[in-house]
């Protein structure tokens, strides 16, 4: 079975690389794993040229003989992992590095109240198709996570933060209103598109997005927030990225009557019948979690 999961592997990702990092082998193991099976069927599954993958006639066929009879034998195994009493295996999941650093504190509880499970966590600023990709859920603000999957909250929504250092703010007028923005430095975010973001600002019920300027433009939230800490200028960030430093005083946070709160963080998957032992226990654990956290938010709001 395992040649097999090997070939869809290749065949999915078009790539010896891609699927070898799917499959944790090496890319040069993969290949002999592919040609090993190919010797012994007697026909090349795949053409390879120096830059590409493609399926062979016999290999196309070889895929859509094998696909079904492998999604049953893997449901079958999968049905059989839910019985048992303690959930085991290795869940792999794709995120983005601020949404992995905010639930983070419920993922290592989980792994404490199940220690036979392990979590493979990538993280990536684009949205990745997590089927395509082998992932077995993904984690992304809930705006943003197609509608064919199922989507579970984690709660705590957070807003965006426009900031700046004491010493940017030292000689300049605090901003009041996003018009204001015009005449700071900004530090601008480039989307994982090659767009430059605009920054969003909702007040009463009315929405506006400013093109800002600057004199850095980053691609990476991280570095954003070194920019700011430098003195660079006024960054526009998740309150996740800049909760340390507020707190520490070295970031002091601006125009905070004109950002909203954003979009719950989720965890997804795709909807499908018999979910593997242990996405379930991860599903069953955020929700007990989220209602904990419920209940105590009503406990503290009741005794004031």
Not at 74 to 94: D, Y
Request: hydrophobic fraction near 45%; charge should be positive; aromatic fraction near 6%.
């Amino acid at each position: 079975m395992g040649e097999l999961e090997a070939v869809l592997a290749v065949a999915r990702h078009r790539s010896f690389r891609a699927a070898a990092t799917e499959l944790d082998l090496s890319t040069s193991a993969l290949s002999h794993t592919v040609a090993a099976l190919e010797a012994s069927l007697g026909v090349r599954l795949f053409n390879r040229t120096t830059r590409s993958v493609s399926l062979s006639t016999a290999g196309a066929e070889f895929i859509e003989s094998i696909a079904p009879a492998l999604a049953t034998i893997r449901g079958a195994m999968e049905r059989a992992g839910n019985l048992r009493e303690t959930p085991a295996g290795t869940l792999r999941i794709n995120t983005s590095l601020g949404a992995a650093k905010q639930v983070m504190p419920v993922l290592m509880a989980f792994l404490r109240q199940y220690p036979e499970m392990a979590l493979d966590i990538v993280t990536e600023g684009h949205l990745v198709d997590i089927v395509a990709g082998g992932f077995d859920a993904g984690i992304r603000m809930n705006g943003s996570i197609p509608q064919d999957m199922i989507a579970v909250p984690f709660g705590n929504r957070l807003r965006y933060a426009i900031v700046g250092s004491p010493a940017y703010f030292k000689d300049r007028r605090i901003p009041l209103k996003p018009a204001d923005l015009a005449v700071h430095a900004c530090i601008r975010a480039r989307a994982p598109s090659g767009a430059i973001d605009r920054w969003e600002f909702t007040q009463k019920g009315k929405t506006q997005r400013v093109d800002v300027k600057g004199v850095v433009t980053l691609d990476e939230p991280t570095l954003m927030l070194e920019a700011a800490r430098a003195g660079l200028g006024v960054a526009y960030l998740a309150e996740w990225h800049v909760a340390a430093d507020l707190a520490a005083g070295k970031l002091l946070r601006v125009l905070t009557d004109w950002t909203q709160p954003l979009d719950e963080l989720c965890l997804y998957y795709p909807g499908r019948r018999h979910l593997p032992a242990g996405l379930r226990a991860l599903v069953e654990w955020i929700g007990q979690q989220r209602s904990g956290e419920l209940g105590a938010g009503e406990r503290k709001a009741a005794r004031k």
